[in-house]
């Protein structure tokens, strides 16, 4: 397995590979970061979707805004009204695994639901974004239960009452650069509300390109989650080194937390 792992950094770091997926075409590549490292992309449809280093760093996210779901972690620090100690986690939208590799091996303790609609999104992550690697180190530590992964519709996942509840929901579930219309609705809102413990927390990745129907689009969101929760924060997770667009992390949610970096609202 060793072996097999030394080849996929060095044999195939510098070819692009084409495997069908859902979504279209789904190119794998690698290209040179701003230091000098290799960096394999995972573009679907014409769409980065995902990213990883291919040195020591491969469990780490080359994306900021992927980077910026950790601010859930700050809902526990001590200067929260009632800290919420994130347990539970559950993602929507796999694609190539890069923010579950660094979740579950930074935060031991910390248990993982990934649901991903497209099976060919999961053996591309595993094959060649080091899902492999992370699920034979999980094991290794007696973690494996820590991650599960679905292979379904979101939506659906969403709107079954089973299982025990979320601390915490991230929603990166796209469509190119368009996020899939149940999960932003007020209705895919209220069913990821029933699925959170009391002060968990909504999070989504918004994209927001740099046109004006773009940003309309990022306020309405706001508006929306407004509707549901006590609070919403908006924190940019823009990535000066790869991204094409800009990226807002959203937090919805009842609890009050001192998260770093929230844009004032209105500004």
């Not at 996929?8 to 230091?35: C, H, I, L, N």
């Not at 601010?71 to 579950?100: C, I, K, Q, S, T």
């Not at 820590?146 to 939506?155: K, Q």
């Not at 990535?239 to 770093?260: C, K």
Request: proline share 5%; charged share 25%.
């Amino acid at each position: 397995m060793l072996a097999d792992w030394w080849d996929r950094v060095t044999g195939r770091a510098g070819k692009r590979e084409v495997f069908p997926s859902r979504f279209g075409e789904a190119a794998v590549y690698a290209m040179p970061a701003e230091d000098g490292s290799l960096v394999r992309m995972l573009n679907v449809g014409g769409v980065l979707q995902s990213a990883t280093y291919l040195d020591e760093r491969w469990a780490t996210c080359p994306f900021a805004y992927l980077r910026s779901f950790d601010h859930l972690f700050e809902a526990a620090l001590p200067e929260a009204l009632d800290p919420l100690v994130v347990n539970r986690v559950l993602m929507l939208g796999g694609a190539g695994f890069a923010y579950p590799k660094q979740l579950l091996l930074e935060h031991p303790g910390v248990a993982l639901d990934v649901v991903e609609i497209d099976p060919a999104m999961v053996q591309i992550a595993r094959e060649r974004f080091f899902l492999d690697r992370l699920e034979m180190q999980l094991a290794a530590e007696g973690r494996a239960d820590d991650l599960r992964i679905f292979v379904e519709d979101g939506e659906a996942f969403l709107r079954r009452s089973d299982g025990a509840p979320y601390d915490a929901i991230i929603n990166d579930v796209f469509v190119g650069r368009e996020a899939v219309p149940f999960f932003v609705s007020d209705e895919g809102i209220a069913c990821a509300r029933a699925r959170l413990t009391p002060g968990g927390l909504l999070m989504a990745n918004c994209v927001v390109e740099y046109t004006g129907a773009a940003m309309y689009r990022l306020f309405s969101q706001v508006e929306r989650l407004r509707g549901h929760f006590a609070n919403v924060y908006v924190i940019d997770a823009s990535d000066d080194e790869f991204g094409g667009a800009d990226n807002y992390l959203l937090i919805a949610t009842d609890g009050s937390y001192p998260f770093t970096g929230v844009i004032p609202y209105g500004d």
